[in-house]
């Protein structure tokens, strides 16, 4: 694959892949059993000029994309699927006051590549997760500017965020024709962050409930066109995908590259399993598998560079890398045994982790309807 690659791509591999091998790997474990935000790790990532890798280079950015924010993705994930996620968080909020935000906003954009402001998104509610159009958060106006009440859930940065973008509904129109993004300030009298979620992986990412309970807000808060958040959003979302994508890609290449150190190693029946054809036939499909994953993100996410719109080919990125990552770290702790049961093992870390990517960014159900709506566009 590397072969594919442009010099500055190759690079940005090697940066990337140098910092998680020395600085965030020998952390991740502690950073998973004590479920807390690793500040210096995140600090270092700005500080390599990461957060800016997809932005474009007059905005402060590397300009690389969203190939770029792939390859980086990938190896930081390889290594700790956490803080992989901790990354996509102020790459994809860049971009989005980059493309949406006034001048107010866009002003922040130095502070977060900096890592000194960390931004985060609330869009998900309690009873509203993949159905965004139906948000119940609202906000009404109130003199010049507005006045937000309502529940967010599951805001990753939540515990820590200093930027919150949220999603509210601001007209009277019901569906998606009536919803605005907000940038607030996390320290927004009225905003109220609940305790840390003890989650069945990805720790380490202080997501939260965060409630508004009469959040004012100025008129220029507003994030792009008054009532068309939703557009904003669904564009956003493909790019999430390739990154979600990328992430649980990065997770199957760990637990292939555990698989394979340990079929080597362990012996059983007088030699090492890794001559055992039912080893063999499993470590062939996961290799065969996770080169496949890695030709459908980059495929997406060179059509997204070249500004082709990717609603189907983010959402077949996503399907299909996340399932087959699901199931390969799945038959990784298999090939381990009961040792891919212990903790001692990292397998038994990633099998937590990428259970997430499933879920994360749209449920792999919505993606195969908005997969099945594509096809249908497509051939009418």
């Known amino acids: 694959m590397h072969r594919f690659m442009t010099e500055s791509e190759t690079a940005l591999r090697d940066t990337a892949r140098r910092f998680a091998e020395k600085e965030i790997l020998p952390r991740a474990a502690a950073i998973d059993r004590e479920d807390r935000f ?216 760990a637990a292939f590259e555990d698989a394979v150190a340990y079929a080597k190693s362990r012996k059983q029946f007088g030699g090492p399993i890794i001559g055992f054809q039912a080893v063999q036939f499993m470590l062939a499909d996961m290799s065969t598998d996770i080169a496949a994953a890695r030709l459908l993100i980059h495929h997406a996410a060179r059509l997204c560079d070249a500004g082709h719109a990717i609603a189907k080919e983010a959402a077949q990125a996503k399907l299909f890398t996340t399932d087959m990552a699901m199931k390969h770290v799945s038959n990784a702790l298999q090939i381990h045994g009961g040792n891919g049961y212990s903790r001692e093992y990292r397998i038994e870390r990633l099998f937590r982790d990428v259970r997430l990517a499933q879920i994360y960014e749209g449920t792999n159900q919505i993606q195969r309807l908005i997969i099945a709506r594509q096809v249908e566009k497509d051939m009418a």
Request: aromatic letters at 6%; hydrophobic letters at 45%.
């Open 38 to 253: 690793d500040r210096g790790l995140y600090k270092g990532l700005a500080e390599l000029g990461l957060f800016g890798v997809a932005l474009d280079e007059e905005a402060g950015g590397s300009g690389m994309g969203a190939i770029g924010a792939c390859i980086a993705m990938e190896e930081l994930a390889r290594c700790s699927g956490a803080v992989a996620n901790a990354f996509a968080i102020p790459v994809e909020a860049v971009l989005f006051l980059h493309q949406h935000g006034n001048a107010r906003h866009r002003a922040l954009i130095p502070g977060i590549l900096a890592g000194d402001i960390i931004p985060a998104t609330a869009v998900t509610e309690p009873d509203h997760g993949s159905d965004v159009a139906g948000l119940r958060t609202t906000a009404r106006r109130d003199g010049e500017g507005w006045v937000l009440n309502g529940t967010k859930a599951w805001v990753t940065l939540g515990g820590v965020v200093d930027a919150l973008m949220v999603f509210a509904r601001s007209g009277t129109e019901g569906g998606h024709k009536a919803i605005s993004c907000f940038l607030l300030d996390g320290g927004s009298p009225g905003l109220i962050r609940g305790k840390n979620e003890e989650l069945l992986g990805m720790h380490g990412l202080e997501d939260c409930m965060i409630t508004l309970d009469g959040v004012r807000a100025p008129a220029d808060a507003v994030v792009g066109p008054e009532n068309g958040a939703f557009k904003m959003a669904m564009g956003n979302f493909n790019f999430s995908r390739l990154m979600m994508s990328a992430m649980a890609l990065g997770m199957a290449q």
